[in-house]
């Protein structure tokens, strides 16, 4: 694993800091991550929100859309539901000013369309939560990593997924090849949390959703890759 932003003279020619995965978390220059799926009877705008209000409340959390009308909708929600959300998109003209209000911590959620992807450091951001769900290798690595960046009294990353009765059987097995395929030093070495939850229950068309217990019905800790 190679960073960027944190270089050692490994020979004459290239500055460069390699380490293994498992000494990165060690060593605390990146967090380790826990996987976070919802098991939902709908994915919709209502049953992201209703699952978002769990983390916003203690996180700021970075939302990925595939289509800016998704954005504008989450974003407007959210905001329905006392939520302070903004969303950045590259067309549109403040989206590196309300980056760097969410640096700054001014909002909780970011509502991304394609920008928040590779060269963007966002330390303070403890939660990925991803609305469409994707099988890039780039952009799941992105993402996860995304949330493991060291940051005050930050704890661990956490990586939000939504599953329904169509896709929820092979769903898990995808993304965690992906990971598990990223980080071939991660295998036998470095350990994470799978946490399953049943949220089928959310099935509301209102904008104002209601505060309900935790969900978690399955907690795998150390789960290997």
Do not use: W
């Amino acid at each position: 694993l190679f960073s960027a932003t944190l270089k050692q003279e490994i020979n004459d020619i290239f500055p460069l800091f390699e380490y293994s995965y498992k000494d990165a978390i060690m060593n605390n220059y990146i967090l380790d991550f826990n996987m976070n799926v919802h098991y939902v009877k709908n994915i919709n705008y209502n049953t992201a929100v209703h699952i978002l209000k769990k983390y916003i409340q203690y996180q700021h959390v970075i939302i990925y859309c595939n289509r800016i009308e998704d954005c504008k909708q989450l974003t407007d929600l959210l905001t329905k539901n006392n939520i302070s959300a903004k969303y950045i998109a590259a067309d549109k003209q403040d989206s590196y000013q309300i980056i760097q209000d969410f640096r700054n911590n001014k909002f909780r959620c970011i509502v991304n369309c394609n920008m928040i992807n590779e060269g963007i450091d966002i330390k303070n951001c403890e939660t990925a939560f991803f609305f469409d769900n994707t099988f890039s290798y780039n952009r799941i690595i992105q993402c996860v990593g995304r949330t493991q960046r060291c940051y005050k009294n930050k704890l661990n990353g956490n990586f939000v997924i939504m599953a329904n009765d169509e896709n929820k059987d092979n769903l898990v097995t995808k993304y965690l090849n992906i990971l598990a395929d990223a980080n071939t030093n991660y295998i036998n070495s470095t350990k994470y949390k799978l946490n399953f939850y049943n949220d089928y229950h959310i099935d509301k068309e209102e904008n104002s959703l209601e505060e309900e217990e935790d969900s978690l019905v399955e907690e795998k800790e150390f789960i290997e890759f």
